[in-house]
């Protein structure tokens, strides 16, 4: 038996580093701009699993001198400072983005289903690694060596991808559940106002 991050493999897993699955590279840094039609992603547009909306944006003339620094769907992105331990998976909606600084991309190879990773990236061992082996105090920063250098636990293609299917639709709840809490909240607090100020009544 192999032991790894995630405890015990059985027959027929490996472990490998990450940098033998994935291609590794660092946000690009450049400014947005409040008119720019190409979205580029930040570490606050990465939550737990998978990105949020509002992101900044850049020109196209911009975007077009950053080709190397384009999402695809599939991609895996690692928040590098702060957040250590945040990461998202790339999905169609955001195919084409542009990465900023402060974010590490990761393209998975054929040897690892990018659901499967994003979900790795979640397990509570190898996010307790990550914050173990993150420099500084104050500001906790993963550096992409430091990344590349982590184990992942590798189980068949087969079984790697029904792992992923299975977890991403719980994020998929997850998610609508998210949306309905923000979007009653804003409700609440566009209606707490005009009640209180006798503008709204309340039906009896």
């Known amino acids: 038996m ?3 991050l995630v405890g015990e493999l059985p027959p027929g897993w490996r472990q490998a580093s990450l940098e033998e699955v994935c291609e590794f590279r660092a946000g690009a ?3 947005s701009s409040a008119k720019g039609p ?3 992603l930040k570490p606050r547009n990465v939550a737990d699993g998978w990105l949020t909306e509002g992101p900044d944006s850049i020109s196209e003339a911009a975007a077009a001198g950053l080709p190397g620094y384009r999402l ?3 991609d895996v992105v690692c928040v590098r400072t702060g957040g250590v331990g945040r990461h998202a998976m790339v999905t169609r909606e955001q195919d084409g983005w542009i990465f900023g600084n402060g974010v590490i991309r990761l393209r998975h190879g054929d040897a690892v289903d990018p659901s499967y990773l994003n979900h790795y990236l979640s397990h509570p061992s190898v996010r307790d690694w990550m ?6 105090t104050a500001i906790p920063s993963l550096s992409m060596n430091t990344l590349a250098a982590m184990p992942i636990a590798l189980p068949p293609l087969e079984v790697q991808r029904s792992i992923g299917q299975v977890l991403d ?3 998929e709840k997850i998610q609508v559940y998210e949306r309905i809490q923000r979007t ?3 409700l609440r607090d566009t209606l707490l106002p005009l009640l209180m100020s006798g503008t709204a009544t309340v039906a009896e």
């Open 29 to 31: 840094a450049v400014r």
């Open 131 to 136: 914050k173990r082996n993150a420099a500084g």
């Open 169 to 171: 639709a719980f994020n």
């Open 38 to 40: 190409v979205p580029l």
């Open 72 to 74: 695809a769907a599939g």
């Open 2 to 4: 192999v032991t790894s």
């Open 184 to 186: 009653t909240a804003q």
